[in-house]
């Protein structure tokens, strides 16, 4: 089994450092410290009103980073010129809404229409990966497929949420189905949101993914043991899983 390589969204750390309007902690920093603990990805969301990641922090990242940069945003026209303009190595397309803590659902590729399109053809015409953050749907497999993307971005918030055996099994298989009319596709499959120490497991057995993209979960076990470590803790996992 392919072992899924990490990334690790760096956007939590920006957070902190934007409660107080301070300097610090510094995302960049913590995007080499993640690369340090074995992320093969680096991930920021560049989002309309900068409430976290800012234009300093994306320019900064682009320029230090050496992995893979990864740049969530939404199909906004001024992010849009600024991700064709730095040319990420992958751009993930995620919908956006001013009010909510965190992306809250997938992106609906079969209502995105023209705009939807449009970006992500501008995208892969500057060499930029485009990957399209998606419920885990046969019709939204099809759909991204339509538009031209790369991959997609499988959203497991609702498998990390079940709380019942049930109903995480019912979520993993939902998960494996899209997964496999992904590539059948030809599309290439990531996976993220809601991702654990403690959850990682299930995703890691079931499904057969390039990359996964988790946030939080690490930002918050760095708090306590610090970044590398963290990362480190989280790479070990997915690779014990992996081979099991």
Not at 15 to 23: C, G, I, K, M, S
Not at 119 to 132: D, F, M, N, T, Y
Not at 165 to 184: D, F, G, I, K
Request: net charge positive; glycine share 6%; aromatic share 4%.
């Amino acid at each position: 089994m392919r072992i899924p390589k990490l990334g690790v969204n760096i956007d939590h750390v920006a957070t902190v450092r934007q409660a107080r309007r301070t300097f610090e902690p510094d995302p960049v920093a913590a995007a080499a410290l993640a690369t340090l603990g074995g992320a093969e990805v680096i991930t920021c969301h560049l989002r309309e009103d900068r409430r976290h990641v800012n234009d300093r922090d994306f320019r900064l990242l682009k320029e230090t980073v050496f992995s893979k940069l990864n740049l969530e945003m939404a199909v906004w026209p001024e992010i849009v010129r600024t991700a064709l303009t730095a040319r990420p190595d992958q751009v993930t397309l995620v919908p956006e809404k001013r009010e909510e803590i965190t992306t809250e659902g997938g992106l609906d590729a079969r209502r995105g229409g023209r705009k939807l399109a449009n970006a992500v053809r501008r995208l892969k015409e500057k060499g930029i990966l485009v990957s399209l953050f998606v419920a885990p749907t046969l019709d939204q497999m099809r759909a991204s497929a339509d538009l031209g993307a790369d991959l997609v971005e499988l959203h497991t918030g609702p498998y990390a949420n079940a709380r019942t055996e049930s109903s995480v099994a019912r979520r993993l298989r939902s998960l494996a189905r899209a997964a496999e009319e992904a590539r059948q596709l030809g599309l290439r499959v990531n996976a993220g949101h809601g991702l654990t120490y403690q959850n990682v497991r299930g995703i890691v057995e079931t499904l057969e993914i390039e990359e996964l993209h988790i946030g939080h979960s690490i930002i918050a076990r760095a708090v306590l043991v610090g970044l590398e470590r963290a990362t480190r803790e989280m790479c070990e996992l997915i690779v014990r899983y992996s081979r099991q």
